[in-house]
């Protein structure tokens, strides 16, 4: 069994904080998940112990984002950013400007999809590839993708069938040989493959 991932949940809204801590204390993957709601309470949870994952607001990651670049200098945690529908461009930003950034969750999603996606982040690589050998309609996807679309959602936006949507981000993630979106999402952003 792999090393159970520990967390700091850093997030304005109780509500969603005691959420996230009931969904991911429930499974056996996570140890330690700790919530704050304000960032100055970080440096003193860190001084404590080491952490896997921070998940953070994104407008709690962008007001504090170069002191969170220092503390976590020399350190293996990475962070995720949460964030609603509408706020992609400042979590495009976020990816670009902190490599400690190595994915994003939408509140929106799933519960499943939730934690898969921490888990791949937590053990997955971040080694940049040329996405040169995208089709154009996977170039397309891959753009979608990045704003947080769900299969459906791109569906809609390209007039497709949603099973034709999952053949090509199945085929995406193949090439780009990540194990899910949110990699597939942030590697696009970071190696400026998507517009914004």
Do not use: C
Not at 168 to 184: F, N
């Amino acid at each position: 069994m792999s090393e159970k991932i520990r967390i700091i949940l850093i997030d304005r809204h109780q509500l969603f904080r005691e959420g996230i801590r009931l969904i991911l204390d429930a499974n056996e993957s996570f140890q330690d998940v700790i919530v704050r709601d304000r960032f100055d309470k970080l440096q003193e949870v860190l001084a404590l112990s080491d952490f896997d994952i921070i998940l953070i607001d994104i407008n709690i990651f962008m007001e504090n984002r170069e002191e969170l670049k220092s503390i976590l200098h020399n350190k293996d945690t990475k962070v995720i950013v949460l964030a609603d529908q509408g706020e992609e461009y400042i979590v495009t930003k976020a990816i670009k400007t902190n490599p400690h950034v190595h994915g994003f969750l939408m509140r929106e999603m799933e519960k499943a999809s939730f934690i898969q996606a921490i888990q791949t982040v937590k053990d997955g690589p971040t080694v940049k590839r040329i996405a040169h050998f995208l089709t154009k309609r996977e170039r397309s996807i891959l753009q979608l993708l990045t704003y947080g679309q769900s299969n459906q959602q791109i569906a809609e936006t390209l007039d497709i069938s949603i099973k034709t949507v999952k053949n090509h981000v199945s085929s995406i993630l193949k090439k780009m040989k990540v194990h899910d979106r949110t990699q597939a999402a942030v590697m696009a952003i970071r190696n400026h493959w998507v517009q914004f």
